[in-house]
């Protein structure tokens, strides 16, 4: 009896030993990753402040004299930097409407309605995700390109939007990622309401949207921060100062051949661009969580 109980603490304390030494690896490993992803940040915030004598020292980890001025001379360097914002938010919002409108119904129709060839186009909508989005850029620009003779969708030397907006007013992964949050609803609630003769957009917008709502919060919040960090499409399109948006409106106005861009203003523009993401993450990230974990897999 007391060799049993012996055996069965020994086990237990080489059991709990284990999970120490795994504890301590995964805490490890998640630290190390953590200096990957923050080093870098870290060395943006700090060389964005140094003053260009401070620059001329060599590598420094903390800045000696904060020189918060170079935030100003970022848009003295590029003055059209304002208007790259307000550009980014006008498409960013233009398109994350586009994105929720055309989710929603795809997603409803998807998820609740019966019509013939459902499955089949579900799944090539989800083979379409296997392409790399690199691959559609020359196709959505020759569509576009098209379109040239509608005022609102040209976009040559032209104060219109349409062009950035257009090609990504619909998304698959977030057709998918809806879908399987209406899965989860009960189709009851889709038979009792029918009964009563309640629409199918009645019910979407009195039902499924409201259930829905922190995914519908989650899409909305990647689609903005998508919108944000468009770079090859805008890159394409917008060849005025007048249409660029941050991403390469900061590529375009802070990088040259000759060096004559000092590090800490590129860095400021940088942080610029980068801190709004960065706020809107930290106060909203309940949303994206909690989206991700109502969405499951189901269906």
Known sequence: MYDNLYLEGKELKKFKTKKIINQIIIYFFLALIALFVLVPFYWMLATSVKSDAELALGLTFFPQDWAFENFGRVFVRAPFFARYFLNTI??????????????????????RLNFKGKNILFTVLLATMMIPGEVFVISNFVTIGSFGRIPLLSWAGKETFGALVLPFITSVFYIFFLRQTFKQIPNELYLAAKVDGTSDFKYL??????????????????????????????????????????????MQSFTDEGGQTPDNLRMAATALVTVPLLIVFIFLRKYIMRGVSRSGIKG
């Open 90 to 111: 006008i498409v960013g919002t233009l398109t994350t409407i586009g994105t929720l409108v055309t989710t929603i119904l795809a997603a409803f129709a998807f998820a």
């Open 205 to 250: 917008w009195k039902i499924m949207i409201p259930i829905a709502k922190a995914t519908i919060t989650t899409i909305f919040i990647l689609s903005m921060m998508g919108a944000w960090n468009a770079y090859i499409w805008p890159t394409l399109v917008a060849n005025s100062e007048e249409m660029r948006l941050v991403t390469n409106g900061l």
